[in-house]
């Protein structure tokens, strides 16, 4: 079992910044990927960055160039640093990790970008 725990949402202006944690905890031995996903208002969730246990990296097209992923593999943690945001990057962030055939996901954190 594996649990995961976000922070760091909040309301942003625009142009403005925001990093996001997501701590995995639980019996766990070697995580390989970790992700970022988003789900705006009616709208399907939808992928935002995915990193491997090696660094490797992957990113929607709507947020590349703006948007930074890292990961502590120690801390089983990864980090979203989001830069220059837009109203349209409004929504709930939610971590996923897949870990021994089940995808485990966090509780979703809001992020409001608005004037």
Same mark, same amino acid.
């Given at each position: 079992?594996?649990?995961?725990?976000?922070?760091?949402?909040?309301?942003?202006?625009?142009?403005?910044?925001?990093?996001?944690?997501?701590?995995?905890?639980?019996?766990?031995?070697?995580?390989?990927?970790?992700?970022?996903?988003?789900?705006?208002?009616?709208?399907?969730?939808? +992928?935002? @960055? +995915?990193?491997?246990?090696?660094?490797?990296?992957?990113?929607?097209?709507?947020?590349? %160039?703006?948007?930074?992923?890292?990961?502590?593999?120690?801390?089983? @943690?990864?980090?979203?640093?989001?830069?220059? +945001?837009?109203?349209?990057? @409004? %929504?709930? $962030? $939610?971590?996923?990790?897949? $870990?021994?055939?089940?995808?485990?996901?966090?509780?979703?954190?809001?992020? @409001?970008?608005?004037?």
């Amino acid at each position: 079992q594996v649990q995961l725990v976000e922070s760091g949402g909040g309301l942003v202006q625009p142009g403005g910044s925001l990093r996001l944690s997501c701590a995995a905890s639980g019996r766990i031995f070697g995580i390989n990927d970790m992700g970022w996903y988003r789900q705006a208002p009616g709208k399907e969730r939808e +992928l935002v @960055t +995915l990193v491997t246990s090696v660094g490797t990296t992957n990113y929607g097209d709507s947020v590349k %160039g703006r948007f930074s992923v890292s990961r502590d593999n120690a801390k089983n @943690t990864v980090y979203l640093q989001m830069n220059s +945001l837009k109203p349209e990057d @409004t %929504g709930v $962030y $939610y971590c996923k990790v897949p $870990y021994r055939g089940t995808n485990y996901w966090g509780q979703g954190t809001q992020v @409001t970008v608005s004037s």
